[in-house]
């Protein structure tokens, strides 16, 4: 089929063949189709939508762009996705936990964009962690210690790489259909048989609105299912941070403490849900996923016995400035001031700082006193009034707690 076919008809928001579809990924591939053809594709499949079977026929041709990975014989291969959120280290638990528990866990993750963190910047602040181990490699990996968390390979739907990096150019991300694409398309390539997918909800979500996140979910579910990957979703909350610490090398510690039991109840309750097994909880209080995560870090190059935190970073706290209770702690707020702070990036080939960052000393519904502390901010200057500024219009001291979701607002699947 021709490219000047399938523009017209996507153009008028006329169905759509799974020949077409196919082929208009192809020509991504071959170079056939250009980029103004391609952006133009994106813009309409975003005005006009792709219905169900349009969007499974993207996911599955999205999936045979590149590799499809096969691993031999074994425990059951499960993994994760978030949709993204302020100080969401779920991931780096829950991995070694379900190695622990038996599964084996080869994740494939991203970095983080805007406000929000991505797993691989928060392990490379581990001094000498890779995320760029080859297939064979994580091969051995995956036999011997259960669990690896890695890069996207350029050979793993490549289709995603291109057409991502023009969603942005484009302003057409927030579509559902897209982002289905997008995210199984990785997920089907890495050849996992069980999936379960966090999508976030609330102001430092990608999906703001509750019934957005659950319709993403939904279709990310069907899609999935329909390619024959065991799938569910939780809807979680995402309107204030999770856990008490965010940035990179601060939340690999916050993370060290809950896969040794200790750590914040919100990320403990999100981590076991998610991992969705009778053993999930005592696992994890008994600290033993903890000596996986350690031996998942040292097979990819990390040191267990360097300091993550303190170089040459300065602390600020902020302090309550009345008697009241903590009304609100907002997510987008909160996710700003890391970001200014230069724990995240505007554009993927950016740097970021993996030493500062912010801890929360407080969660909604604390009451406290004035001069109590609230936040202590790791900085090295750069950006600091402005993440002050995020800091003080996100955190709220009043007299009531505001209206704020439960930490699982629902479950898809
Ligand atoms: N994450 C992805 O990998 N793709 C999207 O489209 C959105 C979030």
Same mark, same amino acid.
Not at 47 to 75: C, N
Not at 262 to 289: K, R, W
Not at 391 to 402: F, K, L, M, P, Y
């Given at each position: 089929m021709?490219?000047?076919?399938i523009?017209? /008809? ?6 759509q063949s799974d020949e077409a579809i196919r082929a208009f990924i192809d020509? #991504? ?12 594709w994106?813009? $309409? ?5 792709l219905?169900?079977s349009e969007t499974t026929a993207l996911t599955r041709a999205m ?7 096969? !691993? ?24 070694? &936990?379900?190695?622990? =528990? ?20 928060? #392990? ?6 890779? @995320? ?15 669990? $690896?968390?890695?890069?996207? /390979? ?8 291109? =057409? ?5 150019? /484009? @302003? ?5 259909? &897209?982002?289905?694409g997008?995210? =199984? ?60 610490? %965010?940035?990179?090398? *601060? ?15 919100? &990320? ?63 997510? =987008? ?18 740097? *970021?700082? $993996?030493?500062?960052?912010? !801890? ?13 502390? &609230?936040?202590? %901010? ?29 930490? %699982? ?5």
């Amino acid at each position: 089929m021709h490219i000047d076919d399938i523009l017209l /008809t996507m153009r008028d928001g006329k169905p759509q063949s799974d020949e077409a579809i196919r082929a208009f990924i192809d020509g #991504l591939g071959d170079g056939s189709v250009s980029r103004p053809q391609a952006a133009a594709w994106l813009a $309409f499949a975003y005005v006009h939508t792709l219905s169900a079977s349009e969007t499974t026929a993207l996911t599955r041709a999205m999936t045979h762009s590149g590799d499809v990975l096969h !691993w031999v014989d074994g425990p059951p291969l499960t993994d994760k996705h978030s949709t993204g959120g302020v100080g969401d280290k779920v991931s780096l638990i829950l991995a070694p &936990l379900w190695a622990e =528990l038996g599964f084996r866990v080869p994740m494939i993750s991203g970095r983080g964009l805007g406000h929000t963190g991505g797993t691989l910047d928060k #392990l490379e602040s581990i001094p000498g962690y890779r @995320c760029d181990r080859d297939v064979a490699a994580l091969q051995d990996q995956l036999a011997d210690v259960g669990v $690896f968390i890695t890069g996207q /390979t350029g050979q793993l739907a490549p289709a995603d790489q291109v =057409l991502y990096g023009l969603r942005n150019e /484009t @302003c057409t991300v927030p579509s559902i259909p &897209l982002i289905t694409g997008s995210i =199984l398309s990785k997920k089907l390539a890495s050849g996992v048989s069980r999936l379960v997918l966090d999508v976030k909800t609330g102001s430092g979500a990608f999906m703001k609105q509750t019934d957005q996140a659950v319709a993403l979910a939904r279709t990310m579910v069907d899609v999935a299912k329909a390619a024959g990957l065991d799938c569910s979703a939780l809807i979680t909350a995402m309107d204030r941070p999770l856990g008490r610490a %965010i940035g990179n090398a *601060i939340e690999v510690e916050e993370s060290i403490a809950v896969l040794k039991g200790e750590g914040p109840a919100d &990320l403990q309750t999100l981590v076991v849900e998610l991992a969705n097994h009778p053993q999930a909880a005592s696992v994890l209080a008994s600290g033993a996923a903890y000596e996986r995560f350690a031996r998942m870090v040292r097979a990819q190059g990390g040191s267990m016995d360097v300091p993550l935190l303190g170089s040459g970073v300065t602390e600020q706290v902020l302090v309550a400035e009345r008697d009241g209770v903590v009304s609100c702690i907002d997510a =987008l707020d909160i996710g700003k001031a890391g970001f200014l702070l230069g724990a995240g990036r505007r554009r993927s080939e950016d740097a *970021i700082d $993996f030493g500062v960052g912010l !801890w929360l000393d407080v969660e909604v519904g604390d009451v406290v006193v004035a001069g109590q502390p &609230l936040v202590r %901010i790791l900085h090295r200057d750069t950006g600091l009034d402005e993440a002050v500024a995020c800091v003080r219009s996100g955190i709220r001291v009043g007299e009531t707690v505001d209206e704020h979701l439960p930490l %699982i607002v629902d479950r898809v699947g």
